[in-house]
């Protein structure tokens, strides 16, 4: 889940204009997942596209515990492959998806199939903060980008590559459900 403090500083490492700051609410109550999304819908108005995924990919939770060590483990063994031999493999590696390699050297991951109430549709948000809205609701998809800054990680981490996200190609947060997350990824090295 994104925070409005995590959110602000990485503005500020990103060089964002104070000016455009000075519009944004960043002392809300970050339990209400309102501010959160107001904030979202601040930044998709006052900033470029290419700087909201910017800030957004930085913000990815559950950094930590076992799919790290798992993504890290996936890495020491895996030295010797190729990148497209390792992004193959992924899927072997325990809520990484199946990613799959696109012809511009990109590659893209769907969430899919998660359902847990929050939308009527055939997926659903694992965000604990989305969870906590009442339906019927309509989220920015660049709110997702906090999810994909936490797939960002750990395939930085198992691939031994530097990426960037390219995409949120889709979501379930502004389609109820009927899409799922899906991210596309930029290989930077």
Do not use: W
């Not at 989220?139 to 906090?146: F, L, M, R």
């Not at 999810?147 to 190609?169: M, P, R, S």
């Amino acid at each position: 889940m994104p925070t409005l403090k995590k959110i602000r500083d990485t503005m500020k490492k990103q060089k964002i204009n104070g000016e455009i700051m000075e519009q944004m609410d960043f002392e809300a109550d970050c339990n209400n997942p309102h501010n959160i999304i107001s904030l979202i819908d601040k930044m998709d108005k006052l900033l470029t596209r290419e700087q909201c995924l910017s800030i957004m990919e930085k913000q990815g939770c559950c950094k930590g515990g076992q799919r790290d060590k798992d993504c890290k483990a996936f890495a020491l063994e895996h030295t010797d492959k190729s990148f497209s031999e390792k992004l193959a493999l992924m899927s072997n590696i325990q809520y990484m998806m199946s990613p799959y390699l696109n012809d511009d050297g990109t590659f893209t991951i769907t969430f899919s199939g998660y359902q847990n109430g929050v939308h009527s549709g055939k997926t659903t948000c694992a965000c604990s903060s989305i969870k906590k809205l009442k339906q019927p609701f309509s989220v920015s998809p660049t709110y997702c980008g906090c999810c994909a800054g936490h797939f960002l990680y750990h395939y930085q981490n198992a691939l031994g590559v530097k990426l960037k996200l390219k995409e949120i190609n889709s979501s379930p947060l502004n389609t109820n459900g009927e899409k799922p997350c899906k991210f596309t990824f930029e290989v930077l090295d």
